[in-house]
């Protein structure tokens, strides 16, 4: 373990890399392993205003020492059990994956993991219902497969938002189509609201096109309650550039900060629980020392 405290918000380096599945955690710091070829950071906390469970999880699912898939599922808390429909999600991604050895064809585990996940998320029978978001990394190249308003972003270096997932949800779709700007979108009544999840008996999966990632780009998965907390400039500008560790930490405490102010005409705040997952794949200089006890056995 490597412990490492940047801007008053810690960051743990942990291994080996082995699959990992976070569950109703209340993580105070940002852990950090090797993964696919390159860094991840990740965090998640319950909201900070409520005792019951936090229902973000995050899974890390290691194919090969160059591949695997980056998860996130965010259970609907207006609805019953929605820390157990995320853990199901995450545990059926992470069963289909269990034992998969080919990093050129995870496109299957991975869209049996959903399926599996809507089967046994209804089957729990209380109207229970998560989103779910997956990213596939192999040697460099990535693809998205999501349900529900948890969102991917790739950023590159200089600024330049690459990709970003759609939210499905009312205020995403229209933002989408220019009839709500950013800033309305933050402060909507129904920005809680998600139409399209696990467990619905309409769901479908949005998956993305291959892309490659350059050594630069930086990868970052999450929840609600960091798109819905923080502006896309924001974030953007956030985890561009500079060490994971750095950004990591920045994050979290920006995010912690957020959700424990007064909402304002100037800056979202909307307590809620968060997940986020960072990726890089090669580390810079200045994160290698706090990841290179992290090889993959």
């Not at 080919?102 to 029978?125: C, E, W």
């Not at 307590?271 to 290698?288: C, E, G, I, M, Y």
């Amino acid at each position: 373990m490597v412990y490492d405290s940047v801007g008053g918000f810690a960051v743990i380096a942990m291994g080996p890399c082995e699959p990992l599945l976070l569950i109703d955690q209340q993580l105070d710091a940002a852990h950090a392993r090797e993964f696919a070829g390159g860094a991840v950071f990740y965090f998640t906390r319950r909201d900070p205003f409520k005792q019951t469970p936090n229902e973000d999880a995050i899974a890390l699912l290691p194919v090969t020492d160059s591949a695997g898939v980056l998860v996130i599922a965010d259970g609907c808390g207006g609805q019953a059990n929605g820390q157990a429909a995320s853990q199901l999600a995450i545990e059926a991604l992470a069963e289909a994956l269990r034992d998969w050895t080919d990093p050129t064809t995870m496109r299957a585990p991975i869209l049996d993991g959903f399926d599996s996940a809507t089967r046994r998320v209804r089957q729990l029978g209380t109207g229970a219902a998560t989103t779910l978001i997956a990213v596939e990394i192999n040697d460099g190249v990535m693809r998205t497969f999501h349900v529900g308003d948890s969102q991917a972003l790739l950023v590159g270096s200089r600024g330049k938002v690459k990709l970003q997932t759609q939210a499905h949800s009312p205020v995403g779709y229209a933002m989408e189509a220019g009839m709500l700007t950013e800033k309305a979108a933050l402060h909507h009544e129904d920005r809680h609201l998600v139409s399209n999840v696990i467990g619905a008996d309409d769901s479908h999966i949005d998956m993305g096109l291959p892309r490659r990632l350059d050594k630069q780009d930086t990868l970052i998965l999450g929840s609600d309650g960091l798109f819905d907390n923080l502006r896309l400039d924001e974030i953007v500008q956030t985890i561009r550039k500079g060490p994971l560790a750095e950004v990591a930490a920045t994050l979290g405490t920006l995010v912690s900060e957020r959700m424990s102010s007064t909402s304002s005409s100037a800056h979202p705040s909307k307590p809620d629980d968060l997940a986020f997952v960072l990726f890089r794949r090669k580390a810079t200089p200045h994160t290698s020392a706090a990841t290179s006890a992290l090889a993959c056995t």
